[in-house]
């Protein structure tokens, strides 16, 4: 185990609801960062946040945000949810924000 | 153009084989490449990462990377049928981490 805890693990929610995935780092690690993996593709890089700032972000849309907290868990929010966002919500904890990425178990999003 | 390439396999070998997975990256500027494994329904877990060309050796598993022909590979001794998984080609630049599809690798009995 990595000790990066995710919850919920699963979840459903309809076309145009908003969802929150929480994320627990592993401790000492002061970076957090998110990944959503589609069914048979790898996992593709959301955003990055070290001390509680976005620290990079890939091709996503401004309906998906985040927050990090004081004690460096973290948020990600997705707003008017879409039927292609129905995937594994992976979170990964690092220290530094170049170092080894450890994944926790991911939550599991279903869109109908 | 697909920053991060890996056949997609399945890649078959025989239980005490060596498995060799490979992975080709375009962006010249990444820093460090790292090899993840991942079980059906499961999470990303970390393998072993190299910075430098040549080989890094750890355990059963060595990871090759040429910076000038732009691939990495992992190779596996003595394959077992626990090792039957996706293995994920991962690079990085500052703080993105790039993968690629995975390849998936069945160890037969």
């Known amino acids: 185990e990595t000790g990066v805890t995710q919850s919920p693990t699963h979840l459903i929610k309809t076309r145009g609801q908003q969802v929150t995935l929480r994320c627990s780092s592993q401790?000492?690690?002061?970076?957090v960062s998110w990944y959503q993996q589609a069914l048979g593709q790898g996992p593709q890089f959301i955003f990055q946040y070290y001390r509680e700032e976005e620290n990079g972000r890939g091709n996503f849309p401004p309906r998906f945000s985040g927050l990090q907290f004081p004690n460096y868990s973290s948020e990600l929010n997705v707003n008017a949810l879409e039927l292609d966002d129905s995937a594994l919500y992976l979170c990964?904890?690092?220290?530094?924000?170049?170092?080894?990425?450890?994944f926790g178990e991911g939550s599991r999003l279903t869109v109908l | 153009q697909k920053e991060v390439e890996q056949n997609s396999g399945p890649l078959s070998v025989p239980e005490g084989a060596i498995a060799s997975l490979n992975c080709t990256y375009s962006d010249r500027g990444s820093q460090s490449f790292f090899w993840y494994r991942q079980y059906s329904g499961k999470s990303p877990e970390l393998i072993m990462f190299?910075?430098?060309?040549g080989d890094k050796e750890d355990g059963r598993f060595t990871a090759q990377l040429n910076k000038a022909s732009q691939y990495v590979s992992l190779l596996i001794r003595d394959s077992q049928p626990s090792d039957s998984a996706t293995y994920l080609c991962?690079?990085?630049?500052?703080?993105?981490?790039?993968f690629g599809k995975g390849t998936m690798l069945l160890v037969s009995p």
């Open positions: 401790s000492g690690h002061n970076t």
């Open positions: 190299i910075y430098s060309n």
């Open positions: 991962a690079v990085r630049r500052y703080s993105t981490l790039t």
């Open positions: 990964a904890s690092s220290y530094p924000p170049t170092g080894e990425l450890f």
